[in-house]
């Protein structure tokens, strides 16, 4: 499985973007990047998912490079609802692994 | 959407009693499903992965015979914690995927306090 590497905190400001990156320098050409998030105490919350083009949902984007060695999720319009633990997953066959995550911290 | 509900939110027991927490795909049929575990401040670790109507497959370093999974249909597996001790404390989540290009749907996770 693919290694993924986040900052391990981040801020931002309500009402702002918030932009996650994520390194996944070793992943292989059929590794999907997956980004889920945890709010304390509770069970990961998916956010959204993608192969090679970008995506967006409802909830944010994914920009994914095209050598596909790192991505960025975008959160729109942070609240202070989204501090969470980001965490941002390289899939291989049909396990998530999780590493460390990012905390993000919406502050008003 | 997918949803799965996972029970007991909060479980103590006992040192020495097992504990079966259950968990359920509620509108989706999971062809397989994972259990993890996590210590306060980690991350999610996964325990073991497991497909209807076979043996899961345990991640290495975690003891099958202490952690006893068990997935006999497609919207029910269960995960029983054997002769539980202090150190079994931990936050336990499970995953569910259904058949496709399914997303992968957490449960809300199971507390356990070994006292």
């Known amino acids: 499985d693919a290694k993924t590497t986040q900052p391990p905190s981040m801020d931002c400001a309500e009402g702002r973007a918030a932009n996650l990156p994520c390194n996944h320098s070793t992943i292989s050409g059929n590794e999907y990047v997956y980004w889920y998030r945890q709010i304390h105490s509770q069970g990961p919350q998916y956010i959204i998912h993608?192969?090679?083009n970008n995506e967006t949902n409802e909830m944010a984007s994914l920009i994914i490079t095209e050598d596909r060695k790192s991505s960025t999720l975008i959160l729109p319009h942070a609240t202070l609802r989204d501090t969470a633990v980001y965490y941002c997953i390289a899939r291989y066959g049909n396990k998530l692994v999780f590493g460390a995550g990012t905390i993000l911290r919406v502050k008003s | 959407g997918a949803v799965v509900s996972q029970h007991p939110s909060r479980v103590i027991c006992k040192s020495g009693t097992s504990v079966k927490i259950e968990c359920r795909s509620l509108d989706f049929q999971a062809t397989t499903m994972f259990w993890y575990r996590q210590f306060p401040k980690q991350s999610l670790m996964l325990m073991a992965t497991s497909n209807e109507g076979s043996k899961a497959t345990y991640e290495q370093g975690v003891e099958k015979d202490k952690f006893l999974i068990n997935h006999a249909s497609l919207t029910l597996s269960t995960l029983t914690v054997t002769s539980a001790h202090p150190e079994d404390s931990s936050f336990y989540i499970c995953?569910?995927?259904?058949?496709?290009?399914?997303?992968?749907?957490f449960g809300s996770g199971t507390r356990l306090t070994v006292v």
């Open positions: 993608g192969l090679k």
């Open positions: 995953s569910a995927r259904g058949p496709g290009d399914y997303g992968y749907t």
